[in-house]
């Protein structure tokens, strides 16, 4: 798990990605339905830029931003928190040399959970692919936003909860269920939350990104985001595989290698095949096939 607090409200790196008409509008709907008092959710396939978009809505809130990531071995401690270690006292009494006396005071710590400290200080809380945790443990969401309360189970704290603040807020992320390490979401919570479902961003969008997260040039950037594209395309379009990060490893590479971007560039080419050949072969299972669909495609650039 991993946890990110933010106080300030800088204009982010990715501000002009943002400022495109279809992600100003879907920002203002979060922020209008996050301040109404609901939860939002982004679902949607791998690497189309949920997690940055709901750490950049989250942001917009002026509160501290605090990111958890759902996994599997997520437990209530982790949340909520628990009494951990111990603080030993000893004071060794020798005043009367003859006499000595030991008295051994032993208490335990308690650490609190990233949740605790989330909804107790009111913050915005960014629940990253929160279906690779076990339901069990998504369970203390429901009274969190429903009873506005968050249970102190197992926790051997002397209260039974503790309150929501109510500034406190949640920006869940998930991959479609059937992602590998990904739970049925309970309906229940499901419910509770604004669902948004996000689809691959407009090719303006995806060069937008490419060339802020790489600086590489408009023109190479945006033959990079089409021969990622094409390649795509020729495998029916299949959302959830090659995403925005094979474009922006490609950049990356080869703005830092110095590689020509350029079809008729061997060293281009390889760096195409390299990046995308695992991910077409594991679609068309045909080792010949994959490597011709990536180099006709590669060559046009
Ligand atoms: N607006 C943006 N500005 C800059 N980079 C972005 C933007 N949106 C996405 N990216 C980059 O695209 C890549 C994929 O984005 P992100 O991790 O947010 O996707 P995701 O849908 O949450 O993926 P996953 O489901 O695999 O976690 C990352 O490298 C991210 O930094």
Not at 2 to 31: C, E, G
Not at 237 to 255: C, N, P, T, Y
Request: proline share 3%; aromatic share 8%.
């Amino acid at each position: 798990m991993s946890v990110l607090k933010q106080t300030s409200n800088r204009p982010s790196a990715n501000q002009h990605v943002y400022d495109q008409p279809f992600f100003k509008n879907l920002i203002r709907r979060s922020l209008n339905y996050l301040s109404a008092g609901y939860p939002v959710h982004y679902t949607g396939p791998s690497g189309i830029g949920k997690t940055t978009l709901a750490i950049h809505v989250a942001k917009q809130r002026n509160k501290p931003v605090t990111l958890i990531s759902g996994n599997k071995d997520l437990t209530n401690d982790d949340l909520i928190g628990a009494y951990k270690g111990y603080s030993r006292k000893k004071l060794n009494d020798n005043f009367v040399r003859t006499v000595q006396k030991i008295e051994e005071n032993v208490t335990e710590d308690w650490v609190s959970g990233h949740l605790y400290e989330a909804v107790k200080h009111g913050h915005t809380l960014v629940y990253d692919e929160f279906t690779r945790s076990s339901p069990e443990t998504n369970n203390l969401f429901l009274s969190v936003l429903e009873e506005k309360i968050l249970p102190l189970y197992g926790s051997k704290s002397k209260d039974s909860h503790i309150r929501v603040h109510p500034d406190f807020r949640i920006v869940f992320t998930s991959n479609p269920a059937e992602y590998i390490g990904v739970y049925d979401t309970q309906d229940a919570l499901m419910d509770r939350m604004i669902s948004i479902p996000l689809h691959a961003m407009s090719l303006e969008a995806e060069v937008a990104v490419v060339m802020e997260r790489t600086k590489i040039r408009q023109k190479k950037a945006e033959a990079i985001v089409r021969f990622v594209r094409e390649v795509k395309q020729s495998m029916d379009g299949k959302e959830d595989f090659l995403s925005l990060r094979a474009s922006i490893m490609i950049a990356d590479i080869a703005e830092k290698t110095s590689v020509r971007v350029d079809g008729r560039n061997e060293a281009f080419q390889n760096l195409c095949l390299d990046m995308t050949y695992f991910s077409v072969l594991s679609v068309t299972k045909d080792e010949e096939k994959a490597r011709k669909i990536i180099l006709d495609h590669c060559k046009k650039v």
